[in-house]
């Protein structure tokens, strides 16, 4: 029994050492399981008592419309249907980047149909527009982090750590299609709903053949326009608006129930 027991401390002895060589060649070999920036080494309550509203640009670097321009109008969303299938033209501007991706991921996924089937792309397609002016709330464009593989996994410099804010910076549209892609399936048909997807940071996509979701109004001639004040005579048939007493008017009306003399005064008080 005692040679059963020190054979068994001997395995495991040797297991934990190996273990411990398995962890250390995978630290040096594979820097994403260690610490990459600050974000991770120190979480931000966003809760805590001390947080901010944070915005990727300035308002003064945001996009704007040229004054000398003609009005336009948002749509908020379109739907067309050509020869290859139907298409969701959507306007993200003041738009939360989870919930537009969820309903993103519904749509290629092809959930809205009724005739939906799972395992088989079905899904349609969809087109974004003023990507860049979706909204993360309290301090996400500070905290939420991405990381890129640069060349390999096993790069020694580790993956390219970048915040929302940077992200946005280098390429608006990432930040919705990144957030849609990881909402997707990770299944074999996730590339072909992944390409139904286009997103634009402008307010005008350059599809053809396809309705624009931001128009411009147009103008509204005020002869055609009815006026509410009129003098004009009512036409021949009309009939004048009478108003009518409430209730119905053919039945008769029931004289209020009178107290007798011996009610209890409470009763009385209640009826005047």
Not at 125 to 140: D, E, L, R, W, Y
Not at 188 to 209: D, E, T
């Amino acid at each position: 029994e005692l040679v059963f027991f020190d054979r068994v401390a001997t395995m495991l002895r040797q297991s934990a050492t190996r273990l411990a060589r398995y962890k250390k060649k995978l630290m040096t070999r594979n820097p994403a399981h260690t610490i990459q920036s600050f974000h991770e080494a120190e979480r931000i309550d966003p809760f805590g008592k001390f947080s901010w509203q944070a915005q990727p640009f300035l308002d003064r670097n945001m996009p704007k419309v040229d004054p000398a321009e003609p009005r336009h109008k948002s749509l908020r969303g379109v739907v067309h249907q050509d020869l290859s299938g139907w298409w969701h033209i959507i306007d993200a501007q003041g738009l939360g980047v989870g919930p537009l991706a969820q309903k993103i991921s519904h749509i290629l996924q092809g959930k809205h149909r009724a005739d939906y089937r799972k395992g088989i792309v079905m899904g349609d397609s969809v087109i974004v527009v003023n990507a860049i002016h979706v909204h993360f709330p309290g301090p996400t464009w500070d905290t939420k982090i991405y990381k890129f593989w640069r060349s390999r996994r096993t790069d020694p410099r580790g993956p390219q750590v970048m915040t929302a804010k940077h992200l946005m910076f280098t390429n608006p549209g990432l930040v919705v299609s990144l957030m849609v892609k990881q909402m997707l399936p990770t299944k074999i048909h996730r590339n072909s709903m992944y390409r139904k997807l286009y997103v634009y940071p402008g307010a005008i996509h350059p599809h053809w053949g396809i309705p624009q979701v931001v128009v411009p109004v147009q103008p509204v001639d005020p002869a055609e326009v009815p006026n509410c004040f009129s003098t004009e005579q009512p036409f021949e048939g009309a009939v004048p608006f009478i108003p009518q007493p409430s209730g119905d008017p053919g039945k008769e009306k029931k004289e209020p129930k009178k107290l007798p003399r011996w009610a209890p005064r409470a009763q009385l008080v209640l009826r005047k």
